[in-house]
């Protein structure tokens, strides 16, 4: 079983900065794509960044060019460096990572971005 724990998430101002972390434990061969994904209240839930084994990176268009996706294969752990966070980041953020065979999926950090 592999599970996904994330941290990070917290209160910041807006124009503040956080960085995510998502560690990956257990019974793991491979991990393909890693990404991190968030759902706002009444919204569904988007994909924010990815990153694949060889370090190829998507982004949403609504943050690229403030948040960084970056992964560490040897500690099978993935990074979100969010910068000029606005309020219409507020989400909770998620964890994904792709292991050839299933998605596991993490429980969620909130970000709130508020003054």
């Known amino acids: 079983q592999v599970q996904l724990v994330e941290s990070g998430g917290g209160l910041v101002q807006p124009g503040g900065s956080l960085r995510l972390s998502c560690v990956a434990s257990?019974?793991?061969?491979?991990?393909?794509?890693m990404g991190w994904y968030r759902q706002a209240p009444g919204k569904q839930r988007e994909l924010v960044a990815s990153i694949t084994s060889t370090g190829y990176t998507n982004y949403a268009d609504s943050v690229k060019g403030r948040f960084t996706i970056s992964r560490d294969n040897a500690k099978n752990t993935v990074y979100l460096q969010m910068n000029s966070l606005k309020p219409e980041d507020t989400a909770v953020y998620y964890c994904?990572?792709?292991?050839?065979?299933?998605?596991?999926w993490g429980k969620g950090t909130l970000v709130t971005v508020s003054a």
């Open positions: 257990g019974r793991i061969f491979s991990i393909n794509v």
């Open positions: 994904k990572v792709d292991l050839l065979t299933v998605n596991v």
